[in-house]
C-alpha cells in the first residue's frame, strides 16, 4: 500500500518534471539567440524603462506607473531601493521613468 | 341776403373758371400728369432702394455684431494666453517644490479557502499585511510592516457530562505581529544604514516572499529554520558593474541574535500541554525584557551578511546568486550559525527558476552539535510565452516547488507542490496548489499528508 502510494507520487513527480521539461524546450525554442556580432558594440546606458524591467520585474509583477503619484512613487523606490538593494543611479533613472506617467 | 350772396359767389365762379380754364391747355396737363406719373414711379424706385439699403443695413449691423463677438474672444484669448505666460515664466524661475515628507502604505491581503486531509474544508483570512512607510526627506525612511490574522482561541475545561478535562477551539482572537519596523538612512550611494526590527538578509526568501509576491501561498518548509527579522543594525548596498545592470550587492548587520525558550542551551524543551518542541527561538529577544530592562538575552550578540551577484544579460534574462550566513550565541556561549545558498534565474518574460539551500548548525548541551537543514527549488511558466494569443490561458502561470526539511530531532519531510496562478489583475492573484507531504522519521511534525489551498491574494 505504502508502496503503491510512492510510486504513484513518483509517477506524478515525473510527469511534472516532463512537463517542466517540455515547457523549458519550448521556451528555449522561443528565446532569442545571442546576437553574434562581429563587433562587440559599446555598451549604451539602460534607460529607466529597461532597467524597471529587469529588476523590478523579476520579484513581482508589473506596477503601473500609474497607480501613484510622483510623491508616492519616490516613497516607494525608496522602499525599494533598500528592500532591493539597488544602485542609487539605477533607483533614480526608474524613479525618473515612472514619475513621467504618474498619477495625480 | 342768403340769397344775394349765394347769386355774387356764382358771378365770381362763372367769372374765374374761365380763367383758370384759360390758364392750363390739355398739352401742359398730360406733361403735368406724365411728370407726376414719373415722379412717382421715382418715388418707387427710391423707396425700394431704400428698402434694400434697410436690409442691407440690418446685415451690416448684423456682421458688425459678430465681429464684435469675434473680437471680444480673441482679446480673452490674448488675456489668457498673456497670464499663462506669466506663469511659465514665474514657474520657470521659481520651479515648484515638492514636499518632503510622504506617508504611503502598500502591503498584501490574502484569503484563502483549503482542505488538509483528514479535516475538513474552511475559509480564513489568511493574512492582512499593511506596510505604513514614511518618507522624512530624500535620504530618510521609516517603514513598518504588520501581519493582522484571525485565529481560533482555546478553551479548557472538563466535559460536564463525562467528566473529562479538555481542550477545545473556541472563540477567536485577533493577532496583530509586527513582521519589521526599520529606520532606513540612505547616507551615500553604496551605504544604506538599517536600524530597528529588521528583515535579515539570510537569503532572500524573508525579503521577497510576502503574501502576493509568493506564487505559492505557503512557506518553503526550512525557511522555518531561519530568524525571519531581527532587532539589530545593519549596512547594505549594492555597487553597478558597468551600464548592462550587473550588480554587485552586500549586507552586513549585527543582531541581537536567537536565544532559548526556557533559557537552557538543550535542544528540545517541554510546552504547557507536555509537548516536545524545539527549545531554539528563532523570533524573540528582541531587546526588551518582561522586567522592563533593556537587555540581549545572550552573552553576545549575533552577527551575519549576504554577498549577492546579479547578472542580466537582457531584460528578464538573468542570473542571482547569492551567499549569506549568520553566527553568535543563542544559549549562554552555545553557539547557532546558519548558512544560506540562492539562486535565481530568469529566462524570458514566462519563466523563473529560483530556490535556497539552508544549512544550520546548533551546539546543544545535552545532544551535542545538530544541524536542521533543507533545501526548496521552484519553477513557474507562464502560459503567455505559448503565444496562443487567448486571454484565459495568457493570464495563467504554472508553478511547481519541492522543498525537504530535516529537524535534525529525526523528522524529515518532503513536499511536492504544484500549482496554478491566475492573474485577475497585475496585482490581484487567484492561486491554487495541492500539495503532497512525505513525513519520515520520529517526529511527524503535525503536517497533514495531502492538502489543497484556493488563495485570493491582493497587494496593493
Given at each position: 500500500?505504502?508502496?503503491?502510494?510512492?510510486?504513484?507520487?513518483?509517477?506524478?513527480?515525473?510527469?511534472?518534471?516532463?512537463?517542466?521539461?517540455?515547457?523549458?524546450?519550448?521556451?528555449?525554442?522561443?528565446?532569442?539567440?545571442?546576437?553574434?556580432?562581429?563587433?562587440?558594440?559599446?555598451?549604451?546606458?539602460?534607460?529607466?524603462?529597461?532597467?524597471?524591467?529587469?529588476?523590478?520585474?523579476?520579484?513581482?509583477?508589473?506596477?503601473?506607473?500609474?497607480?501613484f503619484?510622483?510623491?508616492?512613487?519616490?516613497?516607494?523606490?525608496?522602499?525599494?531601493?533598500?528592500?532591493?538593494?539597488?544602485?542609487?543611479?539605477?533607483?533614480?533613472?526608474?524613479?525618473?521613468?515612472?514619475?513621467?506617467?504618474?498619477?495625480? | 341776403?342768403?340769397?344775394?350772396?349765394?347769386?355774387?359767389?356764382?358771378?365770381?365762379?362763372?367769372?374765374?373758371?374761365?380763367?383758370?380754364?384759360a390758364?392750363?391747355?390739355?398739352?401742359?396737363?398730360?406733361?403735368?400728369?406724365?411728370?407726376?406719373?414719373?415722379?412717382?414711379?421715382?418715388?418707387?424706385?427710391?423707396?425700394?432702394?431704400?428698402?434694400?439699403?434697410?436690409?442691407?443695413?440690418?446685415?451690416?449691423?448684423?456682421?458688425?455684431?459678430?465681429?464684435?463677438?469675434?473680437?471680444?474672444?480673441?482679446?480673452?484669448l490674448?488675456?489668457?494666453?498673456?497670464?499663462?505666460?506669466?506663469?511659465?515664466?514665474?514657474?520657470?524661475?521659481?520651479?515648484?517644490?515638492?514636499?518632503?515628507?510622504?506617508?504611503?502604505?502598500?502591503?498584501?491581503?490574502?484569503?484563502?479557502?483549503?482542505?488538509?486531509?483528514?479535516?475538513?474544508?474552511?475559509?480564513?483570512?489568511?493574512?492582512?499585511?499593511?506596510?505604513?512607510?514614511?518618507?522624512?526627506?530624500?535620504?530618510?525612511?521609516?517603514?513598518a510592516?504588520?501581519?493582522?490574522?484571525?485565529?481560533?482561541?482555546?478553551a479548557?475545561?472538563t466535559?460536564?457530562?463525562?467528566?473529562?478535562?479538555?481542550?477545545?477551539?473556541?472563540?477567536?482572537?485577533?493577532?496583530?505581529?509586527?513582521?519589521?519596523?526599520?529606520?532606513?538612512?540612505?547616507?551615500?550611494?553604496?551605504?544604506?544604514?538599517?536600524?530597528?526590527?529588521?528583515?535579515?538578509?539570510?537569503?532572500?526568501?524573508?525579503?521577497r516572499?510576502?503574501?502576493?509576491?509568493?506564487?505559492?501561498?505557503?512557506?518553503?518548509?526550512?525557511?522555518?529554520?531561519?530568524?525571519?527579522?531581527?532587532?539589530?543594525?545593519?549596512?547594505?548596498?549594492?555597487?553597478?558593474?558597468?551600464?548592462?545592470?550587473q550588480?554587485?550587492?552586500y549586507?552586513?548587520?549585527?543582531?541581537?541574535?536567537?536565544?532559548?525558550?526556557?533559557?537552557?542551551?538543550?535542544?528540545?524543551?517541554?510546552?504547557?500541554?507536555?509537548?516536545?518542541?524545539?527549545?531554539?527561538?528563532?523570533?524573540?529577544?528582541?531587546?526588551?525584557?518582561?522586567?522592563?530592562?533593556?537587555?540581549?538575552?545572550?552573552?553576545?550578540?549575533?552577527?551575519?551578511?549576504?554577498?549577492?551577484?546579479?547578472?542580466?544579460?537582457?531584460?528578464?534574462?538573468?542570473?542571482?546568486?547569492?551567499?549569506?550566513?549568520?553566527?553568535?550565541?543563542?544559549?549562554?556561549?552555545?553557539?547557532?550559525?546558519?548558512?544560506?545558498?540562492?539562486?535565481?534565474?530568469?529566462?524570458?518574460?514566462?519563466?523563473?527558476?529560483?530556490?535556497?539551500?539552508i544549512?544550520?548548525?546548533?551546539?546543544?548541551?545535552?545532544?551535542?552539535?545538530?544541524?536542521?537543514?533543507?533545501?526548496?527549488?521552484?519553477?513557474?511558466?507562464?502560459?503567455?510565452?505559448?503565444?496562443?494569443d487567448?486571454?484565459?490561458?495568457?493570464?495563467?502561470?504554472?508553478?511547481?516547488?519541492?522543498?525537504?526539511?530535516?529537524?535534525?530531532?529525526?523528522?524529515?519531510?518532503?513536499?511536492?507542490?504544484?500549482?496554478?496562478?491566475?492573474?485577475?489583475?497585475?496585482?490581484?492573484?487567484?492561486?491554487?496548489d495541492?500539495?503532497?507531504?512525505?513525513?519520515?522519521?520520529?517526529?511527524?511534525?503535525?503536517?497533514?499528508s495531502?492538502?489543497?489551498?484556493?488563495?485570493?491574494?491582493?497587494?496593493?
Amino acid at each position: 500500500m505504502r508502496s503503491t502510494l510512492i510510486n504513484k507520487r513518483l509517477a506524478v513527480l515525473a510527469g511534472a518534471l516532463a512537463l517542466a521539461g517540455l515547457c523549458l524546450s519550448v521556451v528555449l525554442a522561443h528565446a532569442e539567440p545571442e546576437k553574434k556580432a562581429e563587433q562587440k558594440p559599446a555598451p549604451k546606458k539602460l534607460t529607466g524603462a529597461e532597467l524597471y524591467a529587469i529588476n523590478c520585474n523579476r520579484c513581482h509583477p508589473e506596477r503601473y506607473a500609474t497607480e501613484f503619484t510622483a510623491a508616492q512613487w519616490q516613497t516607494i523606490m525608496t522602499h525599494m531601493r533598500v528592500r532591493a538593494n539597488l544602485p542609487p543611479a539605477q533607483a533614480r533613472e526608474i524613479l525618473k521613468f515612472l514619475k513621467e506617467d504618474a498619477g495625480s | 341776403m342768403i340769397s344775394g350772396i349765394t347769386a355774387a359767389a356764382c358771378v365770381l365762379g362763372m367769372a374765374l373758371t374761365p380763367r383758370a380754364a384759360a390758364m392750363i391747355s390739355d398739352e401742359d396737363f398730360n406733361a403735368l400728369k406724365s411728370a407726376v406719373t414719373n415722379q412717382d414711379q421715382r418715388i418707387g424706385q427710391l423707396e425700394k432702394l431704400h428698402e434694400q439699403d434697410q436690409q442691407t443695413h440690418q446685415q451690416d449691423q448684423q456682421t458688425i455684431q459678430q465681429l464684435q463677438q469675434r473680437l471680444g474672444e480673441t482679446q480673452t484669448l490674448a488675456t489668457n494666453a498673456a497670464e499663462k505666460a506669466d506663469a511659465a515664466a514665474l514657474a520657470q524661475a521659481t520651479p515648484p517644490r515638492s514636499a518632503l515628507h510622504n506617508v504611503s502604505m502598500v502591503g498584501d491581503a490574502e484569503v484563502q479557502f483549503g482542505q488538509a486531509k483528514g479535516q475538513n474544508s474552511g475559509l480564513v483570512l489568511a493574512d492582512f499585511a499593511p506596510i505604513f512607510l514614511y518618507r522624512a526627506n530624500d535620504n530618510i525612511l521609516f517603514e513598518a510592516g504588520f501581519d493582522v490574522m484571525l485565529q481560533n482561541g482555546s478553551a479548557s475545561g472538563t466535559n460536564a457530562v463525562t467528566l473529562a478535562p479538555y481542550t477545545h477551539d473556541a472563540g477567536s482572537s485577533t493577532t496583530v505581529s509586527l513582521s519589521f519596523a526599520q529606520l532606513d538612512y540612505l547616507l551615500n550611494d553604496y551605504v544604506t544604514v538599517v536600524a530597528g526590527y529588521m528583515l535579515l538578509p539570510l537569503g532572500t526568501y524573508s525579503e521577497r516572499g510576502a503574501g502576493w509576491l509568493n506564487k505559492i501561498p505557503d512557506d518553503p518548509l526550512p525557511v522555518d529554520f531561519l530568524p525571519g527579522a531581527g532587532a539589530g543594525v545593519q549596512l547594505r548596498g549594492a555597487m553597478p558593474v558597468g551600464v548592462s545592470g550587473q550588480m554587485l550587492t552586500y549586507s552586513v548587520y549585527g543582531v541581537n541574535g536567537p536565544s532559548s525558550v526556557d533559557g537552557s542551551a538543550n535542544a528540545t524543551t517541554l510546552d504547557g500541554n507536555g509537548n516536545s518542541i524545539p527549545n531554539l527561538d528563532l523570533g524573540g529577544n528582541v531587546g526588551l525584557l518582561n522586567s522592563g530592562n533593556n537587555a540581549n538575552l545572550n552573552n553576545k550578540p549575533s552577527g551575519g551578511g549576504r554577498i549577492g551577484w546579479f547578472y542580466p544579460w537582457q531584460a528578464h534574462y538573468d542570473v542571482e546568486l547569492g551567499v549569506s550566513g549568520q553566527s553568535g550565541t543563542w544559549a549562554g556561549n552555545y553557539l547557532w550559525s546558519a548558512l544560506v545558498v540562492d539562486a535565481a534565474v530568469h529566462i524570458s518574460p514566462y519563466v523563473e527558476v529560483k530556490g535556497e539551500y539552508i544549512n544550520t548548525w546548533q551546539q546543544t548541551a545535552d545532544v551535542g552539535n545538530i544541524q536542521p537543514s533543507g533545501w526548496w527549488v521552484q519553477g513557474s511558466y507562464k502560459l503567455a510565452g505559448l503565444n496562443l494569443d487567448a486571454p484565459v490561458v495568457n493570464d495563467l502561470e504554472m508553478v511547481g516547488r519541492y522543498d525537504t526539511a530535516n529537524d535534525a530531532q529525526g523528522s524529515t519531510t518532503d513536499r511536492y507542490t504544484a500549482g496554478l496562478v491566475y492573474y485577475l489583475t497585475n496585482t490581484l492573484l487567484l492561486e491554487g496548489d495541492y500539495e503532497w507531504l512525505i513525513n519520515h522519521g520520529l517526529n511527524a511534525n503535525g503536517l497533514p499528508s495531502s492538502q489543497f489551498i484556493v488563495q485570493l491574494s491582493y497587494g496593493f
